[in-house]
């Protein structure tokens, strides 16, 4: 896709803007509070624009359109109105007892409440996860969408690829946090996220737009809808199958048991213990203003389904074959190790997987790779007409062989084969809907929302790394502008660090940038989860409760994942998550706390809470709940 000279010059005009002003408004930070929290002082429409502006990525652009494309449509949007309600007990539960015990992170309300072991393990599994999976898959997910519509080009000698734009993101996000911190995140927020809004809504349009008008020669299926339907018609009848938010038992990544329990954990871990989004709530002037900001926020979150999902099956009427295009050029690597190695499987120190649609699409293709699998696996198998999951049996005996051989005798599973390269979606409506005029704003909103999280991240691992961990055990006297100095350092390793881990996700191995974002969070967000919900309910529960609380949730979610791989990584998660629940009732039973732990009490804010809020609540609520009511 080209850019005009309009286009260019409105895209620099905005990341310059963007920048300038996050810088100038934080130039007066001096201590660390004001570096971390913007000295305490962010206003409700700040903080509510500022949690949609983290949030609200080329994760869900790209992720959550792709998921959107392909099989569960309209039922990825639990992400988004789950997360509604969510907040809304964010804001009259968690809030008030962060902001009473006046907590710079999360981790260290562990400490307050259990004890300096617990506060530095939850520090240490947040940087980890913030830095090599959130951070740098966010940079993926940018740097994919800038080569879906500029890949081949160059600008000034440089081929714009997954690996050049990633380090042009991820640097270019942490300049101004670096400079400024939360203050300056909190302000580029405001205007990214009013852009990424703005933005998708245009697309919206568009796409709609390109659905109406488009006809039978590109979309065969339009044969079957009555001449003369609308565009809100077609889309209706193309997608019926699609657009409800329940999905079988038996589905990979949101069965309906996950609405149960399974989808409420990472979100209640997400907004409630979530540094990166917590941090601006932390920030806040009052509990009062937190309260307000964080209820716009949920109010927020019950368009952008509407500004992400929608576009993203729209997507797939439009272009499905432009993503199968992608898909076979991701194939080809693997497709030709096939060829190489099929005459010979009984030699072969390689098997070969694939996905449904590669499957359905391939027939001939996906039972060769099946009946070479199951030479390599020694194993028959039973079910021809079904290639996916007698192949998935094959694979899953190759991997129970492999456990007892030496690394160098280990059959190595190559690549999945992909049918359609879903993640595309998104940026497939950018480049060929939007106009000459319009690239530039598009894509300025796009990569600043993918700025705005990334830079929000940084800010909050460097904050926990730098109170959680620097000021803990490597200088306990560290001076305010020490502090700030080691934040500003960690920003710049951190996003090194991320840059050179993000273009390793292109590969298709990984199911989707937000499955493996999803995935990655479940080996610690059940534990952190079940910890704080336990400590808080169960004032006599000792600080080893805890300790081991969070130790053991990583090996549980493990063990569940090769016991049970078929099971979706959200049935995963709630397991997990009672499993650390029992072990810590057992502890408590053996050895109880003789007195209530009692946290701290912070008398430098008003803790009045809002009434307005709570009413705003109970309405945003009630729409979430009628949503699900009429898309059931």
Known sequence: M????????????????????????????????????????????????????????????????????KWLGLAIASYEWMAAITLVVVAFVFLPMFLRSGIYTIPEFLEYRYNEAAR????????????????????????????????GQEIFGIAINITTASWAIGLLAAVYVAFGGLKACAWADLLQGSA???????????????LGAATVETIPELANIESGAGAIARFTELNAHKLHMVMPRTDSEIPW???????????????????????????????????????????????????????????????????????????TKVLAAFAEVELSPSSAKIAFEFDRDFAEMYPEKATAILTFNSVVAGTEFTDETDTL????????????????????????????????????????????????????????AILGAVMSSLASMLNSASTIFTMDL?????????????????????????????????????????????????????????????????????????????????????????????????????????????????VMTIITVIKPLKEPVKLPTNTNINLESSSTAKIFGVVIVALTLALYAYFW
């Open 120 to 151: 530095s393990i939850m520090a240490l599994f947040m940087v980890l996860i913030y830095v090599f999976v959130t951070f740098a898959a966010v940079v993926y997910s940018g740097a994919l969408t800038v080569q879906t519509l500029f890949g």
């Open 470 to 582: 620097y000021r803990k055990y490597i200088n306990k006297k560290a001076s305010q502008t020490n502090l700030v100095t080691i934040g500003r350092v960690c920003v710049g390793v951190f996003a090194v660090i991320g840059c050179l881990i993000a273009p390793m996700l292109d590969d298709p191995k990984f199911g989707g940038i937000f499955k493996y974002i999803q995935e990655f969070q479940g080996y610690i967000s059940p534990g952190i989860l079940a910890v704080f919900v336990f400590g808080l309910l169960v004032k006599k529960a000792p600080p080893v409760a805890g300790v081991v609380g969070l130790i053991i949730n990583p090996v549980v979610y493990y063990v569940l994942a090769k016991a049970l791989p078929s099971l979706a990584f959200l049935d995963r998660m709630a397991l997990s998550f009672f499993c650390v629940l029992v």
């Open 257 to 331: 048991t996950a609405l149960v329990l399974g989808l409420w954990i990472p979100n209640f871990y997400y907004w409630g213990l979530n540094q990166y989004i917590t941090q601006r709530t932390l920030g806040a002037k009052s509990l009062s203003e937190g309260q307000k900001g964080i209820v716009f926020a949920a109010g927020l979150k019950l368009i952008i389904p509407f500004i992400i999902v929608i576009p993203g099956i729209i997507a797939f009427n439009l272009y499905s074959g432009d993503m199968k295009k992608e898909a076979a050029g991701d194939n």
């Open 196 to 210: 990424l809004i703005i933005g998708g809504a245009i697309v919206v349009v568009l796409a709609m737009k390109a």
């Open 389 to 444: 999951a007698s192949n998935k049996l094959m694979l899953g005996a190759i991997k129970e062989r492999n456990a007892g051989l030496e690394k160098t005798s280990r059959v190595k599973v190559q690549t999945t084969l992909i049918g359609y390269k879903y993640d595309s979606a998104f940026a497939l409506l950018i480049k060929e809907l939007v106009p000459v005029g319009l690239r530039g704003f598009m894509l300025a």
């Open 2 to 69: 080209e850019l005009s000279t309009i286009d260019i010059a409105i895209f620099i005009g905005f990341i310059t803007c963007v920048i300038g002003i996050g810088i100038f408004k934080s130039r007066k930070e001096k201590t660390s509070e004001d570096y971390f929290l913007a000295g305490r002082g962010l206003s409700w429409w700040l903080i509510g624009f500022s949690l949609i502006a983290a949030n609200i990525s080329t994760e869900q652009f790209i992720g959550m359109s792709g998921s959107a494309a």
